[in-house]
């Protein structure tokens, strides 16, 4: 069995969730997703409330608001704690719990200490745990293997879209690139042959360094000599 909430304390709205005995909160250690959030009752039991952010959502950054909703519910569900005053609930990202074979059911600890936040809960805020208690529902048997592989798949699926967009990008650069080059290549030969074509005496007659002009045989130079002998 598997409690979720909505804490409508931001926007958008968020999903909290806990299980409803240590082997329902073994099943939530194992199938936890990245984006998920852990809290408990520090050196006290309690249930293990979990909240799972949006996109873009920074564990050690979350709203003050909503790190209040999950701390109550914390300490609402801890036998103990709940009859106490200044209980202190600490709470880490689900992918820094560490479990150890011999552990005891339900137990965990932390691979980075100081990855661990505290919030100090003063007292009992029923406001806060009557607004939740509204929006719980139950699922008695919550596919939590298939729920996380359907996310990854999910996430595999965005991930390939971004892969593929970004090669069709740098495709598009590269052939850029070489329209852009052969551009400049293009205007560099015309620019050239241009050059040539206007340079001083290019088009000049072969004949012109002898004296003749354009059509002449080059016997009109000696034309009379011939006329004395005929």
């Not at 968020?14 to 520090?42: C, Q, R, S």
């Not at 709940?82 to 202190?88: A, I, R, W």
Request: with cysteine; net charge negative.
């Amino acid at each position: 069995m598997v409690y979720y909430f909505t804490s409508t304390a931001t926007e958008p709205a968020a999903t909290i969730y806990m299980g409803k005995d240590k082997y329902e909160n073994e099943e939530l250690i194992k199938h936890g997703w990245p984006e998920d959030v852990w809290f408990h009752v520090d050196k006290l039991s309690s249930a293990h409330v979990y909240v799972r952010l949006g996109d873009g959502g920074e564990w050690d950054s979350m709203p003050g608001a909503l790190v209040d909703d999950l701390a109550q519910l914390c300490k609402a569900n801890s036998i103990e704690g709940n009859k106490k005053s200044n209980v202190t609930v600490i709470y880490t990202p689900w992918d820094n719990l560490l479990k150890r074979g011999d552990m005891a059911v339900g137990q965990v600890s932390f691979k980075n200490s100081k990855k661990v936040r505290r919030v100090c809960v003063a007292a009992r805020e029923n406001a806060v745990i009557n607004r939740l208690n509204k929006t719980r529902r139950e699922d008695p048997n919550p596919e939590l293997l298939q729920m996380r592989m359907d996310r990854d798949k999910r996430e595999r699926k965005v991930r390939k879209r971004a892969a593929d967009a970004q090669r069709a990008e740098e495709r598009r650069a590269a052939e850029q690139r070489r329209s852009d080059k052969d551009a400049r290549d293009y205007a560099h030969v015309f620019a050239d042959a241009k050059s040539k074509k206007e340079a001083p005496g290019a088009d000049d007659d072969i004949f012109a360094a002898d004296g003749s002009s354009d059509g002449d045989d080059g016997l009109g130079a000696h034309a009379s000599d011939f006329d004395d002998f005929m």
